[in-house]
């Protein structure tokens, strides 16, 4: 059974950055068998990929345009983590943040965190 | 690409089936053949869940009353007799081409 377990505030200042952490039991961040997304869930843009970072020989990452130049996905093979980074916050930023697996011979987001409402405002 | 789904709202009686379409600006078919086409669900207050991936195939402990069918552009999810718990969400979710996007969702309720 595949657990992710996210953590990180729920309360940031416009221009602060948004720092979410995936903690994965079950499974290995490290893995070539599964990428690692964030998706993120407000009322106004419904769900919205944000991004995805996986192992193959060497690490890759891929953003949505929308956030490409303020979003970083980094991994932690030591804490079998990944994390999400989204700089320069504004009050369109204020949403749930869901992180994911999405398991290559399914290519549907199989397992998923709890879901972490950050809210933006000054 | 831009994943429509219909209706927006679906009020069905329980026991009586329900069905949610998704059209597709685009065809989704992957260049190695297969067809990236997802469907999840959402409970009021729960992360979605997947029901089903690559169009018809239901995910471990889906109940086979869901079902999934479709090609290219068009994709179905069907229920086949609404129970208490299938009410939430529907989305359909497409993985064949970056950046991944979900259609806007379908509320499946009670009458």
């Known amino acids: 059974q595949v657990l992710l377990q996210q953590s990180g505030p729920g309360l940031l200042k416009p221009s602060q950055t948004l720092s979410l952490t995936c903690a994965i039991s079950g499974d290995s961040v490290s893995t070539n068998r599964a990428a690692w997304i964030w998706i993120r869930q407000s009322p106004s843009r419904g769900l919205e990929w944000l991004g995805r970072?996986?192992?193959?020989?060497?690490?890759?990452?891929d953003y949505a345009v929308s956030v490409k130049s303020r979003i970083t996905i980094t991994s932690d093979t030591s804490k079998n983590q990944f994390s999400l980074h989204l700089n320069s916050v504004t009050p369109e930023d204020t949403a749930v943040y869901y992180c994911?697996?999405?398991?290559?011979?399914?290519?549907?987001?199989?397992?998923w965190g709890q879901g972490t409402l950050v809210t933006v405002s000054s | 690409i831009v994943l429509t789904q219909t209706p927006l709202s679906s009020p069905v009686t329980l026991g009586q089936p329900a069905s949610i379409s998704c059209r597709s600006s685009h065809s989704l078919v992957h260049s190695d053949g297969n067809t990236y086409l997802s469907w999840l669900q959402q409970r009021p207050g729960q992360p979605p869940r997947l029901l089903i991936y690559?169009?018809?195939n239901r995910f471990s402990g889906v109940p086979d009353r869901f079902s999934g069918s479709g090609a290219g552009t068009d994709f179905t999810l069907k229920i086949s007799r609404v129970e208490p718990e299938d009410v939430g969400v529907y989305y359909c979710?497409?993985?064949?081409?970056?950046?991944?996007?979900f259609g806007q969702g379908t509320k499946v309720e009670i009458e």
């Open positions: 690559q169009i018809s």
């Open positions: 979710m497409q993985t064949t081409e970056l950046p991944w996007t």
């Open positions: 970072t996986y192992y193959g020989s060497k690490w890759y990452n």
């Open positions: 994911a697996r999405l398991f290559w011979n399914k290519k549907g987001p199989d397992y």
